[in-house]
């Protein structure tokens, strides 16, 4: 099975912030990684696909990148709205994982 | 638009089994596989397999080999989920998922929460 890595597993942030967020892959994924957005008591929401496509809807302060091993997911300006847990998912190959998620928090 | 509908939240003692479903509508039901998901509390998500709705055939994670079914019923556009000899860790919210161009999953089910306690 291939493993995801997401650091950190939590960050403090502010509003206006730029941020980072890395997920390592076990083995090469080319660029099949998608990012999720979740916020308590809810499904998760596509952010990201094809390591860097922004899927219709989501604003462009969000942006992906990476191939392989290493993949980066950033916002380049918080918003109230953005503090959630992202996860990174790989579907390169089945079983399909998930990192183990970072929960973005107000500092 | 499309939805997917899950059935509601069950309590389950262990060692039962517990069937999740998903009903799809605002598309052609055999056009896209669907996946399902789970997330025990305060964890991360995890893939438990997909399901082929033209074919009826089903890929499980290793994990959950022996102990899920996935099946449909294309005549009301609802995929299942069936796990057995169910244990405390399998409390969790069970999702479907469904990708579109990729394998990126595009839309969800709202969730079900299954809770194995005695």
């Known amino acids: 099975d291939i493993q995801m890595t997401q650091s950190p597993s939590t960050l403090s942030a502010s509003v206006g912030d730029r941020v980072t967020i890395t997920c390592r892959a076990s083995q090469s994924l080319s660029t099949w990684l998608a990012w999720y957005q979740q916020k308590p008591g809810k499904a998760p929401k596509l952010l990201i696909y094809k390591a860097s496509s922004l899927e219709s809807g989501v604003p462009s302060r969000f942006s992906g990148s990476g191939s392989g091993t290493e993949f980066t997911l950033t916002i380049s300006s918080l918003q109230p709205d953005d503090f959630a847990t992202y996860s990174c998912q790989q579907y390169n190959s089945y079983p399909y994982t998930f990192g183990q998620g970072t929960k973005l928090e107000i500092k | 638009q499309v939805q997917l509908v899950q059935s509601g939240a069950e309590v389950k003692k262990p060692g039962a089994s517990v069937m999740v479903s998903c009903k799809a509508s605002?598309?052609?039901?055999?056009?896209?596989?669907m996946h399902w998901v789970r997330q025990a509390p305060g964890q991360g998500l995890e893939w438990m397999g997909v399901i082929n709705p033209t074919s009826g055939s089903a890929t499980y994670a290793q994990k959950f080999q022996g102990r899920v079914t996935m099946t449909r019923d294309t005549s009301t556009s609802t995929v299942y989920l069936e796990l057995s000899s169910l244990r405390s860790e399998d409390t969790a919210v069970f999702y479907c998922a469904r990708p579109t161009g990729g394998n990126h999953y595009d839309y969800w089910g709202q969730g079900s929460l299954v809770t194995v306690s005695s």
């Open positions: 605002g598309y052609t039901f055999t056009s896209y596989y």
